[in-house]
């Protein structure tokens, strides 16, 4: 079945240096592609999202950049804060497929 | 005001008893989700409704009954309770159809643990 593979698992970074995760998807027909921040206690809120005919986009110190063409995207967070510390999610969605295919997440540390 | 509301947010019940777990959303959407999250931090779907009628039904024990009264609501009932069934359950709505891609919009979480 359709899977996405997440690395790293955890992630610590100094505040202020950038951090990158990365995602692997399956299922080349994938055309939707969102991120979510889940902080402690809470449920995970999307931060940004790309869809399969944008090669990148940002939104601040957030950017998602989407090479089809290898099946993988990737979060790019610039001037990490302590703010940023939760754990981040990829999905890969396919239109006509009903789901959302979760990574299984990556634990962000930013130390202060 | 919340979007996407869920009660309550702990619950601790014992081995063999039946409960249930309440979603509301007021964003207007058409679509709503239920999610297990394991202790892993692993999201899986387990159902999906649309305008009330169930869209989604995956491989999951048909101890767990979802309910949706109005598109507003979807409500999971659990029978039997089961220590694996202990785990974080989010709710979730979309605007339309999941064919359609919209973005899902998660509830804060209901913290069940089976003892």
């Known amino acids: 079945g359709e899977n996405v593979e997440q690395h790293p698992s955890t992630l610590s970074v100094q505040e202020g240096d950038s951090a990158v995760i990365k995602c692997t998807y399956s299922?080349?027909?994938?055309?939707?592609f969102p991120w979510y921040k889940q902080e402690l206690g809470k449920g995970p809120q999307l931060i940004i999202d790309?869809?399969?005919?944008?090669g990148e986009k940002k939104d601040q110190r957030i950017a998602v950049t989407l090479n089809k063409t290898a099946k993988h995207f990737s979060l790019h967070i610039t001037e990490t804060q302590p703010e940023d510390s939760a754990v981040y999610f990829c999905?890969?969605?396919?239109?006509?497929?009903?789901?959302?295919?979760f990574g299984t997440g990556t634990r962000l540390k930013v130390l202060a | 005001d919340t979007a996407v509301s869920q009660t309550p947010k702990y619950l601790v019940t014992q081995m063999g008893n039946d409960k249930s777990i309440k979603c509301e959303q007021n964003?207007?959407?058409?679509?709503m989700y239920w999610y297990k999250q394991d202790s892993k931090k692993f999201l899986k779907i387990m159902f999906s409704?649309?305008?009330?009628?169930?869209?989604i039904n995956e491989t999951v024990p048909n101890r767990f009954s979802p309910k949706s009264p109005d598109k507003a609501h979807l409500n999971l009932h659990i029978n039997s309770l089961e220590l694996g069934d202990s785990a974080v359950y989010f709710c979730?709505?979309?605007?339309?159809?999941?064919?359609?891609?919209?973005?899902?919009?998660f509830g804060p979480g209901t913290r069940l643990t089976v003892l």
């Open positions: 979730a709505s979309s605007q339309g159809l999941p064919i359609s891609t919209d973005t899902q919009y």
């Open positions: 299922d080349s027909a994938s055309n939707y």
């Open positions: 790309i869809r399969s005919n944008v």
């Open positions: 999905a890969a969605v396919t239109s006509g497929t009903y789901k959302y295919i």
């Open positions: 964003l207007g959407h058409d679509t």
């Open positions: 409704y649309n305008n009330k009628e169930l869209i």
